[in-house]
């Protein structure tokens, strides 16, 4: 009876979600909102967007510290693109063109910009809790982690 009872008990567990990264991730449009992050120091909030291809976009909406010295908001002096080293701080695209992809449960297939090296890399995101969202750069098989908490 003990041994039947064990069985029934894990049965039951082994098809409950063991936390909540399974609901945020079945979902592309999941990932829409706005997030906190920080890096390097720099603390900023992104949103995310859904575009008309059904592909997401990822924009910085808000950075602390955004003015230099002399009280000149910060540019993205370092993009490679030279015609965006212009965009203000608050105003950077750091992903476009994010897919989802379903069978993996996580958003991929884009490259990540990261505006305080002036580098893109290979990005996947995956939500490891409700509201944490885990973002994967690399370049070359060597890369960086890091957690936005959702805050919308």
Avoid: H
């Amino acid at each position: 009876m003990k041994k039947f009872f064990l069985t029934l008990v894990c049965a039951i567990f082994a098809f409950l979600p063991m936390d909540a990264q399974t609901t945020m991730n079945d979902n592309g449009d999941n990932l829409i909102g706005e997030y906190q992050g920080s890096q390097e120091g720099y603390l900023f909030r992104t949103r995310v967007t859904k575009k008309t291809d059904g592909t997401y976009k990822i924009q910085v909406s808000w950075m602390q510290n955004d003015k230099d010295a002399n009280g000149n908001k910060l540019l993205d002096i370092k993009n490679p693109d030279k015609s965006l080293r212009n965009t203000p701080s608050d105003r950077i695209v750091i992903v476009d063109g994010l897919k989802y992809n379903a069978k993996k449960k996580r958003w991929d297939d884009a490259k990540i910009y990261d505006p305080t090296r002036g580098i893109k890399a290979k990005c996947t995101a995956q939500f490891s809790k409700d509201d944490e969202l885990k973002i994967r750069g690399s370049v070359m098989g060597i890369g960086e982690t890091v957690t936005w908490k959702k805050i919308k």
